[in-house]
Nanobody, 123 residues
Framework: QVQLVESGGGLVQTGGSLRLSCAAS????????MAWFRQAPGKEREFVAN????????HYADSVKGRFTISRDNAENTVYLQIYTLKPEDTAIYYC????????????????WGQGTQVTVSS
């Protein structure tokens, strides 16, 4: 059983930056593909970014390419989401998720989820 705990969210102005962290425990972190999803009020949960077990292979939603960077530190059992040039439409609860084997973009494929961290971007 893997436990995931996100942190790093907050209230920022448009154009600002944040780094979200997701600390994992209870499993072999390096064996899991990791992903970030987000959910805005009244909307479905959407894919943001993922990475494979090593972090060398990454994939991003078109809406965040060039502004978001996913990375992981297997020695620290942590995955990160660096966010630059925040926009009001980035406002959402951000969740990290883990699954065995290949990284995918569907939330239905992910087995383990954190509780989420709120990101609010003011205009």
């Amino acid at each position: 059983q893997v436990q995931l705990v996100e942190s790093g969210g907050g209230l920022v102005q448009t154009g600002g930056s944040l780094r979200l962290s997701c600390a994992a425990s209870g499993g072999t972190f390096s064996s899991y593909a990791m992903a970030w999803f987000r959910q805005a009020p009244g909307k479905e949960r959407e894919f943001v970014a993922n990475c494979n077990w090593s972090g060398r292979v990454t994939h991003y939603a078109d809406s965040v390419k060039g502004r978001f960077t996913i990375s992981r530190d297997n020695a620290e059992n942590t995955v990160y989401l660096q966010i630059y040039t925040l926009k009001p439409e980035d406002t959402a609860i951000y969740y990290c998720a883990a699954k065995a084997w290949l990284a995918t973009t569907s939330p239905n494929d992910y087995t383990y989820w954190g509780q989420g961290t709120q990101v609010t971007v003011s205009s």
